[in-house]
T-cell receptor, first 107, second 113 residues
Framework: TQLLEQSPQFLSIQEGENLTVYCNSS?????LQWYRQEPGEGPVLLVT?????EVKKLKRLTFQFGDARKDSSLHITAAQPGDTGLYLC???????FGAGTRLTVKP | GAGVSQSPSNKVTEKGKDVELRCDPI?????LYWYRQRLGQGLEFLIY????????KSGLPSDRFSAERTGESVSTLTIQRTQQEDSAVYLC???????????FGSGTRLTVV
């Protein structure tokens, strides 16, 4: 089992600010997935990163996979209240998720 | 179906009763997963089914928990002699195969009183 550590655990910011959350492991992943969970719903897949050093953009969200494929980051530009939720990462072939970053964006 | 369907959406039960939760995965998805999410917490892996292979039960917290899946269709998670600490949202997810992205249902919120 590959342990995934996410940081920070909680983040509360004002609308318009930028932020970065992290997903780290001591193990190498062949790929890594990011999910967002809104209250009362199941998590929704945002992106899968596969190649070391890969950067993927989804509107204001930028995902990066570390060169060594042991870590990943999610950067949100000009956060909006709709970005509020629990952000989770999960590694390929591992059924376990990180504990998540709970993001609150205040209007 | 178009998505993963879970029923019931909410369940209130008395301590000591048995409960059965149902999950209808996306048609054609061979992998199915159950997770538990306590209030304000992350996802706790419970059990994984892949096709007709023996399930991975390594996440089940006690022998009061069991799950079944017939082929690549519906799965049921059964909790016997429920305890208050079993109160949580139980999420089901399916995927085309292990390693592909998960599609989650909206969960069953279980409250044990």
């Amino acid at each position: 089992t590959q342990l995934l550590e996410q940081s920070p655990q909680f983040l509360s910011i004002q609308e318009g600010e930028n932020l970065t959350v992290y997903c780290n492991s001591s193990s190498v992943f062949s790929s890594l997935q990011w999910y967002r969970q809104e209250p009362g719903e199941g998590p929704v897949l945002l992106v899968t990163v596969v190649t070391g050093g890969e950067v993927k953009k989804l509107k204001r969200l930028t995902f990066q996979f570390g060169d060594a494929r042991k870590d990943s980051s999610l950067h949100i530009t000009a956060a909006q209240p709709g970005d509020t939720g629990l952000y989770l990462c999960a590694g390929y072939n591992d059924m376990r998720f990180g504990a998540g970053t709970r993001l609150t964006v205040k209007p | 179906g178009a998505g993963v369907s879970q029923s019931p959406s909410n369940k209130v039960t008395e301590k000591g009763k048995d409960v059965e939760l149902r999950c209808d995965p996306i048609s054609g998805h061979t992998a199915l997963y159950w997770y538990r999410q306590r209030l304000g917490q992350g996802l706790e892996f419970l059990i994984y089914f892949q096709g007709n292979s023996a399930p991975d039960k390594s996440g089940l917290p006690s022998d009061r928990f069991s799950a079944e899946r017939t082929g690549e269709s519906v799965s049921t998670l059964t909790i016997q002699r429920t305890q208050q600490e079993d109160s949580a949202v139980y999420l089901c997810a399916s995927s085309r195969a292990q390693g592909y992205g998960y599609t989650f249902g909206s969960g069953t919120r279980l409250t044990v009183v």
